[in-house]
């Protein structure tokens, strides 16, 4: 790993940065080659908040009330250029953020379902559990997709399954799909750092020889 090029990281959260703090642990074990250059947050009094200065990491927040949907985006997209990361990874951040031309396809984004069911605008969180258990699915898991300007809607990088138990509640499935999460992630982000795959419609294409580009 020492002679791999470091994938420069922007993470963006609203809450309590348990994915941000993933990314730091698989980062600081050597199991991913990347560099958090920068940390967003929408919120000034939560969790990852504590979690990015514990890590030291260069911080901004940058809170959604009180300004306009335009500024908000600008702001934050500002604080990011500034940064100059590679990929942008969205980290239980909770707003729509346009994606400019320029940052098309570096934006992630990690679901606790599998996409395209239990997605949409306000489906984050235990609401996303309680609805896979109300629905009576067999399984469930979390999807990594490529962000755009809608919610959830963006092309599938990876999903990974885990079973829905007879007695879960919305607790036990969350720790479930977020063991999966705890994977899932730094995977999608080693893949998408290679540069080495191209969209076929909806369908996110990897090639393992190097030969497929990015379109």
């Known amino acids: 790993m020492a002679n791999t090029p470091l994938t420069r990281l922007a ?3 609203s809450g309590t940065g348990t994915t941000l703090q993933n990314l ?3 980062i600081r074990s050597g199991n991913l080659a990347a560099q958090i250059v920068l940390v967003v947050s929408s919120r000034a009094e939560v969790l990852g908040v504590e979690r990015a200065r514990q890590a030291q990491l260069p911080l901004a927040i940058i809170e959604r ?5 335009a500024d908000f985006a600008r702001r934050v997209w500002d604080t990011i250029r500034a940064a100059d990361p590679h990929l942008i ?4 951040w909770l707003h729509l953020l346009p994606i400019p031309p320029e940052y098309r396809y570096r934006v992630l984004n990690i679901h606790p379902a599998l996409l395209p069911a239990f997605g949409g605008k306000g489906m984050y969180g235990r609401r996303v559990h309680e609805a896979v258990l109300a ?6 898991g ?12 963006g092309p599938i990088i990876l999903q990974k399954c885990v079973p829905v138990l007879d007695n879960d509640t919305a607790e036990t499935l969350a720790a479930r799909v977020f063991a999966a999460e705890c994977w899932a992630y730094p995977e999608a982000i080693r893949r998408v750092a290679t540069g080495r795959f191209r969209l076929d419609g ?9 030969e497929t580009a990015q379109t």
């Open 24 to 26: 730091i642990e698989h």
């Open 202 to 210: 909806r369908r996110v294409l990897f090639s393992l020889d190097g």
């Open 11 to 13: 993470v963006l959260i």
């Open 135 to 140: 629905a009576g699915v067999k399984v469930s």
């Open 89 to 92: 990874c969205m980290a239980g």
């Open 65 to 69: 009330r009180g300004c306009s949907a």
């Open 142 to 153: 979390c999807t990594v997709h490529f962000a755009d300007d809608s919610y959830d809607t």
